[in-house]
């Protein structure tokens, strides 16, 4: 799942490269998603692994909780934001339950003055999430083989300032495995 989808270029990607997975992108903008949208559609290049919704996080169903090995966040602003650097915990629990037991939430997330937002900091994003039952995988400086990775025109676009304004963070976290002998 692609939370904040934009204009869904990184699930058609993904759907393309991973043709075994089901991939969906949310995003509460159908317009910014309706070029991809159809593109998935299309017999000539459909994708029947791809599908578009359009929502809020905070408005998916129940049903999708536990559903997802990947919920990827790349490059948020407003509510999305304030959920995956760990500044609204509730919201950032909702992304928690979309994943699977050993299901990732990989997060790219940047900032410059600018925005309006307080920095992105790595260790906020961490403690929030961790209290919702995820472990770091990885957290690192993101550059613009990050953005090229995640299909982001925007990302790229916001990573391409030389004058060291912007500050990018890739953040991988995991859910832990179930247990399967259900040993403590």
Known sequence: MDLGAGDGRFVLAHAREHPDRFVLGVDASADAMRASSHRAARPRTALPNARFVVSALEALPAEFDGQFD??????????????????DAQTAGRMTALLRPG?????????ADRDGTSPV??????ATHAGNGLAVAEVRPAGLEDAAAAHSSWGKRLLQTHDGS??????????????????R
């Open 121 to 126: 900091d790595p260790e906020q994003v961490i």
């Open 103 to 111: 299901g990732e939430l990989r997060l790219l997330l940047s900032h």
């Open 70 to 87: 990947l919920v990827t966040v790349h490059f948020p602003w407003g509510s999305l934001w304030n959920a995956a650097t760990g500044r």
């Open 166 to 183: 912007r500050a990018a963070w890739l953040i991988r976290l995991t859910r832990p495995a179930a247990n399967p002998t259900g040993d």
